[in-house]
């Protein structure tokens, strides 16, 4: 019998939030609701995810390329180490424009 023991980070998470403008975050989508709706996504599902693993970015366009923007880059870099699994966003509107 082979028994293959999971790494302990496969089902890690980042958490992406953003929001672009005081409209934005006055119509509910404010950046505290953004991280309570992500953390109680992530415990409902039994993912792990530290509050370092969480990117937030305030007054940056969802018309700016995810991978351009300062936490976008950060995000990036920690996704390429392989040690997560799952990438979070309260909505995808989030991470890019959405035509």
């Not at 370092?52 to 390329?65: A, C, K, W, Y």
């Amino acid at each position: 019998m082979l028994i293959i023991k999971e790494s302990e980070n496969t089902h890690k998470a980042v958490a992406y939030i953003r929001v672009s403008s005081q409209r934005q975050a006055d119509e509910g989508v404010s950046l505290a609701a953004q991280k309570r709706r992500i953390l109680d996504y992530a415990k409902f599902k039994d993912i792990p995810l530290s509050e370092d693993d969480i990117f937030i970015e305030e007054g940056v366009s969802g018309g700016i390329p995810l991978w351009d923007r300062p936490k976008g880059r950060a995000m990036n870099r920690k996704l390429a180490t392989g040690q997560f699994q799952h990438l979070i966003s309260m909505k995808i509107d989030r991470l890019f424009s959405i035509k």
